[in-house]
């Protein structure tokens, strides 16, 4: 069981490290933004594995309120987009 | 390393959830176009986070975590579709460019 756990740890790093690859390389701001989504998914999956391996309650608050807070950075950015064209006309 | 209550549904969740995360961020990857990445990207995102929310109600039952768990899905799956939407029609305005063998395009030309 134990292996598995070190598996979905190791999985979600990878995650990471590829999802880091695009948020370099993504050629429109819309893609940084669509990435920077993902990864707070990411973070937010991992706080509430090691919350349990480490035995820490608190992290999985940590989880929570980064699923929250993720919401309003995207549909920030949206709104900063929508804006920005707006604008240009 | 700590004893966990109820260990085989919590690897299922959290083997699960982490092979959804990561298949979203290889179709992060591997995808042609900014709108395919984003569908790749929020649907997947969705389902290995609702999974990996799970994992401390699997370990170990207790109310205050299932509350949580159930307050942060329901804001979840309310706000990542809107997310996405709000973002990808952003994008179409700002002309991100599409995949070049992009068959349907109702928004340019309602009558195809």
Redesign the interface.
Known sequence: ??T??E???A??A???V??F??LVKGP?V??R???F??LT??I??LC??L?????T?VL??I??LV??V??LG??T???L??K??IEKK | ??T?AH??P??IL??V???F??L???G??KFPD?FT??AA??KA??L??A???F??VA??FSWH?LG??F??LA??FL??P???H??G???Y??K?PLFKNTQIDEWRNPKS
């Open positions: 069981m134990q598995w756990i598996i979905s740890l999985t979600l990878l995650a990471l590829l999802s690859y695009r429109h819309a893609d933004v669509a990435i989504d993902l998914a990411i937010c999956g509430s594995v919350s349990v391996t480490t035995e309650p999985f608050d989880a929570v699923c929250l993720s919401f995207t549909a950015y949206a709104a987009l929508e920005r064209e | 390393m700590t966990i260990p085989l919590f690897a959290a083997s959830g982490s092979l995360l990561l979203a961020a290889l992060s990857i900014f990445r984003m990207i929020s995102s969705t290995g986070t999974c990996l929310l994992t401390p370990a170990q975590a949580a768990t307050f942060a804001f979840l706000s990542a809107v997310a996405s709000l973002l029609r952003a994008a305005k700002q991100v």
